[in-house]
């Protein structure tokens, strides 16, 4: 170990006249109890020394032995030449470090070699500030910083949130010259192969002796991880507010932080500026926000900012915002739960749910009435099975939304991620007698969304529903909100006709020569996207993972199926002299998955103007053999291909899909939409 023989602020001579030595008093029992602490520790203190000839000062580090009376014996650390500096050098003054304060003691020496020093401790010692902010040992965390397409590594030695020190090296030692002082460079930290940093400092220090080290600081106080939005969701204060535990990564202690605020895609906390130790920039792999002993979330996080406050005292605040990078979607779910909760106590989310109740609910709002009840009441005891597992184990594949008073549920709404980044809305009923539950669980929706939109593991980018055209609660929002943005790239409305198919084995013919109906390839998915853009330009081939290959969606089906739930999807392609004229989706799930059993339909895309019924009749009946009972459900699209058949179809659906980049534009409009019916009201 070098000794330190860089003039600071503390090797000045410890007489009388030096101001470091007009710090505050503290006896010697203080002092006793600091330097047990330190051996306790297997930490070291600087002895000052002095050249007899030269008055030129030197730091040698030691190791304290327990200190039980006045009598401090300490041994040196590995120090080259010790014993000539030994001879060279006088004894000036002890320095005992404690955190961004020293101890300044002048004891008497009684004896001092190469094994050590002993020293008898004085009365009182003096105790000064030398750093605003304390400064923490590094634990083995890897440096990498560039400048100029120059690559320089090494370790960090010490840290605070404003600035650290790193020891670095390059393989060409050149290029240390070519260092600019006055330009940043760009710092990564690592633990391992794990990132923990990245960002732009400013070269504060350099010393380009042995070591060459740098003491670099970070140049932004904030940064940005995902792109600003105009509607945020509230922050929420609770009462009592959980605590952030951590294991600090770039220093290895553990931190107990209050929550000032919270909300489901980041929070907030308040630290002493002295004591500060939270990074702008810096990762934290593991956080746990603890509410109580039991309850608690674990997530990854990244410090986001850090804003120096007032609070009217002499302590200076920091406060620092934390955003949530990623954590299990069952502890998400938990989280948002307890916000909602804290919002308004009747909503729910995915809350555990008596199903008799909510069968009665259903049938009683009329949302099950007695058309689509026929459709499905022979699988009712497999439907039943259903719902128990959705709603009673919570697979991070549903989520569900009730608004709850005194025990009856007046409000539902619930969401299926269908397929690989687009979630299904579906299920929204609410009493007749509380319009306010039908409006506070869509809004819980719409809160859900905004916090999940920019996590990744909720594979949210897009949103999407059917509604009749005459069902005028989701057409005012959803459909007027379409019309009204004019952006079919951002939300767009498709409109489909549907029935059910009953295969009859006597109306089947052969298809004529020259079709056939096969299993689809790429190149017709290809010809798909380029249909629908020129007659839509909407979102139904992003949304719907209508993109090569095929096989593109198998992870969320074999989620499914780990889950007990049944996923399948077919692609058909129906041609003409090799020609495609239709594209066929077949989606199999368990029956009443959705209700209207539009997620166990098929879907039939017509790329010509009109396809003969007997043919789509052929395909319909090849197609239902993949399914269970005596009916299909079927979706045309586009609605012109059968528009004119009115027997053919029993209803229209429309189809609104959501880019949920455009989330700010539907949350202002939903605002505009209930301030003004507040207005009429009123």
């Not at 400048?147 to 840290?159: A, E, I, R």
């Not at 819980?444 to 999407?464: A, C, D």
Request: charged share 20%; net charge negative.
């Amino acid at each position: 170990m070098e000794p330190s023989t860089h003039p600071t602020s503390f090797h000045a001579s410890a007489r009388d006249d030096n101001p470091v030595a007009s710090g505050k008093v503290v006896n010697k029992r203080y002092l006793a109890n600091k330097l047990n602490y330190l051996n306790f520790q297997d930490q070291t203190i600087l002895i000052q020394l002095r050249h007899s000839r030269y008055d030129t000062p030197i730091a040698l580090k030691a190791k304290p032995l327990p200190c039980v009376d006045e009598h401090l014996e300490c041994e040196w650390v590995e120090t080259p030449n010790l014993q000539q500096l030994l001879n060279a050098y006088d004894f000036d003054y002890l320095l005992i470090p404690d955190g961004q304060k020293l101890l300044l003691v002048n004891p008497k020496v009684i004896s001092m070699n190469e094994r050590g020093i002993t020293l008898l401790l004085p009365v009182n010692g003096r105790e000064f500030t030398y750093r605003r902010i304390r400064r923490y040992p590094g634990t083995d965390i890897t440096a990498q910083f560039t400048q100029n397409s120059s690559l320089f590594h090494g370790t960090m030695v010490d840290f605070t949130p404003v600035s650290l020190r790193v020891n670095g090296s390059t393989d060409f030692p050149q290029e240390f010259q070519w260092i600019n002082h006055e330009s940043a460079v760009n710092l990564h930290l690592y633990a391992g192969q794990k990132i923990l940093y990245s960002g732009e400092c400013e070269i504060m220090r350099q010393n380009f002796d042995q070591n060459r080290s740098f003491v670099l600081s970070p140049v932004n106080n904030s940064i940005r991880v995902i792109k600003p939005k105009q509607y945020r969701n509230i922050r929420q204060q609770l009462v009592p507010s959980p605590s952030m535990v951590f294991e600090h990564p770039l220093i290895g202690k553990m931190i107990n932080l209050k929550v000032l605020d919270l909300s489901g895609s980041g929070f907030a906390v308040e630290e002493s500026e002295e004591n500060s130790v939270l990074m702008p920039g810096m990762v934290i792999p593991v956080l746990e926000l603890s509410f109580a002993h039991s309850l608690s979330v674990t997530c990854k996080a990244q410090v986001v900012s850090r804003n120096i406050i007032g609070n009217g005292g002499r302590e200076r605040l920091v406060r620092c915002g934390l955003s949530i990078l990623d954590m299990d979607i069952h502890e998400h779910v938990k989280l948002l739960s307890i916000l909602h909760q804290a919002a308004d106590q009747n909503s729910f989310v995915c809350t555990d749910v008596d199903m008799d109740a909510l069968w009665d609910f259903f049938f009683e709002t009329g949302f099950i009435y007695p058309e689509k009840y026929a459709y499905f009441q022979a699988n009712k005891d497999d439907i039943k099975a259903t719902y128990s597992r959705l709603y009673g184990q919570n697979p991070h594949i549903a989520r569900h939304f009730i608004y709850l008073e005194r025990g009856t549920i007046q409000g539902h709404m619930a969401m299926v991620r269908f397929y690989e980044d687009s979630w299904l809305i579906h299920h929204h009923a609410a009493r007749k007698t509380s319009l306010k539950a039908g409006l506070t669980v869509l809004n819980q929706v719409g809160q859900y969304l905004n916090e999940l939109q920019n996590l990744h593991f909720t594979h949210l980018h897009y949103v999407y529903c059917y509604f009749r055209p005459d069902n005028h609660f989701p057409n005012r929002i959803f459909g007027e909100f379409a019309r009204q943005l004019n952006n079919r790239a951002g939300c767009s409305l498709d409109t489909f006709g549907y029935f059910h198919y009953h295969s009859n084995e006597s109306e089947i013919s052969d298809l004529p020569e020259g079709w056939e109906l096969g299993e689809a390839t790429s190149f017709d998915l290809t010809e798909l996207k380029g249909f629908y853009n020129h007659v839509s330009g909407g979102l139904m081939i992003q949304a719907f993972d209508l993109h090569p290959p095929l096989t593109r969606g198998n992870k969320l089906a074999e989620e499914y199926h780990r889950l007990g739930f049944k996923k399948e999807r077919l692609f058909y392609a129906l041609r003409e002299e090799g020609n495609l004229r239709a594209f066929v989706i077949a989606n199999i799930t368990d029956a009443g998955f959705n209700m209207a059993n539009l997620t166990n339909c098929v879907t039939v895309i017509a790329l010509e103007e009109e396809i003969p019924p007997e043919i789509l009749k052929f395909t319909l009946h090849q197609i239902s053999q993949q399914y269970e009972g005596h009916e299909m459900p079927v979706l045309v699209y586009p609605f012109t291909s059968i528009e004119e058949q009115s027997a053919m179809y029993e209803k229209t659906y429309l189809l609104w899909i959501l880019d949920l980049a455009h989330s700010d534009d539907y949350f202002r409009f939903c605002d505009n939409l209930f301030k003004s019916r507040k207005r009429i009201q009123e």
